[in-house]
């Protein structure tokens, strides 16, 4: 990156700065035209200066250049104008002056566009080298900086140098230009006005910027506390347990007042100072008029000067300031940004930076073949020095598995990501199939090796997205465009190639189906569901599948199937005697093990609009509720299991899985239901603020009668229900209409889940031998029928949220190693891959791997030495040294390392 803004800015936008130089010196043409018009105005038309006589004529847009003396001394005349009488010259002039007015305007819009264009495309540019150099720096760096931080400087902290670069150079161009020609005026007209003006001008810019320079080292304190702020806060949500399971609540309450505290001095302190120069900037900019009429006037009434000179002086004043100003800010903004540049730099500056040719994107690399995988004098150290990897060395074929084991410390981990060239050694070479990998570009790295570490990420996409990214090497197949989404790409292509980002297509297919050993979609479909049943994941994703809606595209294959079933599985319940255990959905009863607002609507929501969570708000749901009588009645319902939820759960400790199961708020805001009862108990139901009457009114929504059980609904009630019901139906207005799928026995509820779909009602709650008897009813059915494969398919579009929380870990952990496996990779590389599984899925996933990856290469570092039985090839390690290494057999019976780590498990 370059050390200096200036640098950066000259080097990437110099041609866009020198395009806008003509914009800006036409303009202080016209705005010099524009200054002059006036006293033209009012001295030849509005005073008559050029008209001594009622009836004459003056001569309009005459041109006639006096030649100098060496050229005779004679006048050109280029042009002897058009003669108005004084009205029509009144208003030739002032339509002129408004047409300079116009054609200023129009050049400062096309100035700002450019600017704003060219600031865009530089904070474009920025952003991305930004994130370039994240994704090339080494993973030790990743210990020491916090992801929070990192994305608010690309976020917010380099937003303002966007808007600088564009007026970098075009901003004092142009502004100096306005002040200069604005003094020029002033000074032609009277050159003691001019001086005037002048030392007014070079007063405030110098006593401006002096008193400015302590708010740039606020401002530096402030940025830099805020950051540390952010880092703060982000620290505390990924320590919550941690602060709740040891009450240091109040202690991260105080620490970060004090930080608080901190910057509200440093912001009072800032705004005090901010406040105090731009006073005493207006101050200066004030008094200058008052010169101005006091030594105008007089030269006025002593005949040194014309009424319309001085009108025009002081209208060409009032345009100084503003220059002036502008000019001030500017440097002002210029030091601001030029500091958190270097703080940017700073911070994103390493010294062992990975070259950016070693992530390039490589079509077709030259990838290892066979052979062996050889680790020469291995090393790696921290940066104390201290040795975790100390000269290992080992070779063995690609064909084989190899099991690294070792004491806790051992730097099983380290050589593991050594091997995969997740980080650098500090000494020796790798070579996998005689490429050395110490020195291969990632395109052969990613996709010879798959590693999988404890715990693995999952990127906030769906399960099918997570299995598939380590296929996305380079685009494959382009997409097709035309109309406004080819003009849409050629902008994106154009753009990209003037802000020096890629101009690969996001949109293409990306997917390397030669990697993963097929030759299309269907067949790598196919490819998932085997690696699913090798890690075992198989029957998870089938139950996410249950669970989920499908899309709009697999809805269509699945509908008439659902409904077959839907007609089948009832008459299956009802022979087997057993039809009570699933409470359908019937338009005039109310279903008690479905939630209050599903009876209500009677449907499922499509968006937002008719989310649970969005109903309390919802002007239509209020005024059903309204015109049916139940708003007071759910009002009354939802303070009544406010009290119960503070009196039942407000005692649990942190993460209590009652909260999960049975509560209608969350643990954290459990003490604001407490505030908003006591303003109920002051103030009644009736006084209490909108914004706590939708607090309240929003949990009955989430009641479910027949699971909660808290007696809140009784049969009144529930026929009230199914009234109001009819009337949202009835009246629902047309724009609405699109916003839920109503329940049809005859239809298929493209919003609904799978599993909803296919029973029409819900499993009754408190039958112990309802769920998984009719769970097996609806598998046997679509195992016959054949479509255990779609709905799969429909778990596989399963979101797993942030960092994969809405999975168990235990299944985010599965679906990288399937990642992995999809890869079909030369060197499998896993580090205690399994540690998070109980035992008896840890002995099932290794031993479904080991047999999916016979005869191809597995490097696992194991997290249970008894494992090592299963594999060709055993290495022990003690403390980074390789102490022993050959097959199980051999090792234990030889009495050394092995056979001590067996003996210490």
Avoid at 145 to 151: P, Q, S, Y
Avoid at 250 to 274: D, T, W
């Amino acid at each position: 990156m370059e050390r200096s803004l200036f640098g950066f800015i000259i080097r990437y936008s110099k041609r866009d700065q020198w395009l806008i130089v003509p914009f800006v010196v036409a303009s202080m043409l016209f705005y010099y035209l524009s200054l002059d018009l006036p006293k033209m105005i009012i001295n030849q038309a509005i005073q008559g200066k050029s008209f001594p006589d009622p009836g004459s004529t003056a001569p309009f847009l005459k041109v006639h250049i006096a030649l100098p003396a060496f050229l005779g001394g004679d006048v050109l005349r280029l042009f002897d104008g058009i003669e108005l009488e004084r009205l029509p010259y009144l208003f030739v002039l002032t339509i002129v002056l408004l047409g300079l007015i116009v054609l200023t305007g129009i050049l400062k819009f096309q100035i700002n566009t450019m600017k704003g264009w060219m600031g865009e495309r530089m904070l474009r540019r920025l952003r991305f080298v930004l994130f370039d150099h994240i994704l090339r720096f080494p993973l030790a760096r990743f210990r020491r900086i916090k992801a929070a931080e990192m994305a608010t400087m690309i976020k917010d902290e380099v937003e303002p140098l966007g808007g600088f670069i564009g007026e970098a150079f075009i901003q004092p161009l142009y502004q100096s230009g306005l002040a200069l020609t604005a003094l020029f005026f002033i000074l032609y007209q009277h050159f003691a006005l001019g001086m005037v003006a002048l030392v007014v001008v070079v007063v405030q810019a110098v006593i401006i910027p002096v008193m400015r320079r302590r708010l740039l080292l606020l401002a530096r304190e402030r940025q830099i506390g805020a950051r540390l702020l952010a880092g703060r806060i982000a620290e505390c949500v990924d320590g919550i347990v941690e602060i709740h399971a040891n009450d240091t609540s109040n202690y991260e309450r105080a620490e970060l007042s004090s930080r608080l505290g901190k910057l509200f001095r440093i912001r009072f302190e800032f705004y005090q100072r901010k406040f105090m120069i731009k006073f005493w900037n207006n101050f200066l900019s004030q008094v200058t008029p008052f010169l101005f009429y006091s030594i105008g006037g007089y030269l006025v009434i002593v005949g040194k000067l014309d009424i319309g000179a001085l009108v025009a002086v002081i209208a060409a004043y009032k345009d100084l300031p503003g220059p002036v100003k502008e000019l001030i800010d500017w440097d002002q903004q210029r030091m601001d940004v030029q500091i958190k540049y270097n703080q940017v730099v700073e911070q994103f500056t390493v010294d062992d930076l990975v070259p950016a040719e070693m992530q390039a994107l490589i079509e077709a690399p030259e990838m290892p073949t066979g052979g062996s995988l050889r680790a020469s004098n291995l090393s790696l150290a921290d940066d104390s020095g201290t040795k975790s990897v100390d000269g290992v060395s080992f070779e063995t074929d690609l064909s084989r598995h190899v099991a690294i084991i070792g004491a806790q410390g051992c730097g099983g981990s380290d050589l593991a990501q050594l091997l995969a060239r997740l980080v650098r050694p500090a000494g020796g070479t790798i070579e996998m199939g005689g490429v050395d990998l110490t020195r291969a570009p990632e395109a052969v790295t990613g996709r010879a090796i798959a590693y999988v570490g404890s715990p693995s990420y999952m990127f906030p996409v769906s399960v099918r997205d997570n299995l598939l990214y380590g296929l996305k090497h380079r685009p494959g197949k382009p997409r097709d465009y035309d109309g406004e989404a080819l003009r849409e790409r050629e902008f994106h292509v154009r753009e990209a190639g003037r802000t020096g980002t890629p101009e690969s297509d996001i949109n293409a297919d990306w997917i390397d189906y030669q990697a993963a050993g097929v030759s299309g979609a269907g067949e790598l479909e196919a490819r998932i569901v085997e690696v699913l049943q090798i890690v075992d994941l198989q029957e998870t994703i089938f139950e996410l599948g249950l669970r989920s809606a499908a899309s709009s595209a697999r809805s269509g294959e699945l509908g008439e199937n659902v409904l077959r079933i839907r007609r089948a599985l009832h008459e299956e319940l009802v022979s087997l005697g057993i039809g009570e255990w699933v409470e359908r959905f019937d338009p005039a009863r109310y279903n008690r093990n479905a939630t209050l607002a599903e009876n209500l609507l009677f449907g499922t929501p499509v968006g937002k609009k008719f989310e649970i969570d969005n109903l309390a708000k919802n002007e239509y749901v209020r005024r059903v509720l309204a015109e049916t009588g139940l708003m007071e009645d759910m009002l009354k319902t939802g303070h009544k299991l406010a009290q119960t939820m503070v009196e039942l759960f407000s005692g649990l400790p942190p993460g209590h899985e009652f909260f999960e199961r049975y509560s209608f708020v969350r643990q954290e805001d459990l003490p604001q239901v407490e505030e908003i009862l006591g303003r109920v108990l002051e103030s009644g139901l009736t006084g209490i603020a909108e914004d706590d009457r939708n607090s309240l009114l929003v949990l009955p929504f989430k009641l479910i009668q027949a699971r909660h059980r808290l007696g809140l609904i009784d049969e009144a009630f529930e026929l009230r229900i199914v009234e109001a019901r009819r009337y949202f139906s009835a009246n629902l207005p047309g724009d609405l209409r699109e916003s839920i799928e109503f329940f049809d026995p005859d239809r298929y509820n493209r919003a609904a889940s799978l599993q909803d779909n296919m029973l029409f009602g819900r499993i009754v709650a408190g039958q112990a031998e309802a769920v998984p008897r009719i769970g097996g009813l609806l598998r046997k059915v679509l195992d016959e029928l054949g479509l255990r494969p779609q709905v799969v398919k429909i778990g596989l579009d399963y979101q797993v949220g942030v960092g994969g929380a809405l999975l168990a870990v235990a299944d985010r952990q599965k679906i990288a190693l399937a990642r992995a496996l999809v890869r079909r990779p030369a060197m499998l590389i896993l580090d205690q891959a399994v540690a998070v599984l109980d035992s008896a899925s840890q002995l099932r996933v290794t031993a479904g791997i080991l047999e999916y990856r016979k005869g191809r290469g597995v490097v696992w570092f194991l997290n249970r030495n008894d494992l090592a039985e299963r594999f060709d090839q055993v290495i022990v390690l003690e403390r980074g040294k390789l102490v022993e290494s050959g097959s199980f057999a051999e090792l234990k019976s030889a009495g050394g390392a092995l056979r001590k780590l067996l003996s210490a498990d």
